[in-house]
């Protein structure tokens, strides 16, 4: 069946970076635009970032600069790179397979 599986989230200080990794399997991942969104405690989910089947990235505003998305069709897997990280990022990511296929999320906490 499809499954989506989020790791590399945890806890980090503010300035450092993560790498969070989403593992495709039981789907053609290489036809599919893939995604990162998050949700922050009280907030609406927001989208991250979007990378399409031929590798054309597209970043949200409030992460442009930092963050970068990637994919490896050969794994079928979909790649957030977060650098300069600030609290505000702090929530759950999720991964998706657009427009049906979401994973479980992982957490992301920036503090001190």
């Known amino acids: 069946q499809v499954q989506l599986v989020e790791s590399g989230g945890g806890l980090v200080q503010p300035g450092g970076s993560l790498r969070l990794s989403c593992a495709a399997s039981?789907?053609?991942?290489?036809?599919?635009?893939m995604s990162w969104y998050r949700q922050a405690p009280g907030k609406e989910r927001e989208l991250v970032a979007s990378?399409?089947?031929?590798?054309?990235?597209n970043i949200a505003d409030s992460v442009k600069g930092r963050f970068s998305i990637s994919r490896d069709n050969a794994k079928k897997t979909v790649y957030l790179q977060m650098n300069s990280l600030k609290p505000e990022d702090t929530g759950v990511y999720y991964c998706r397979a657009e427009p049906w296929h979401w994973g479980q999320g992982t957490h992301v906490t920036v503090s001190s």
């Open positions: 990378i399409t089947s031929r590798g054309s990235p």
């Open positions: 039981g789907f053609t991942f290489s036809g599919y635009l």
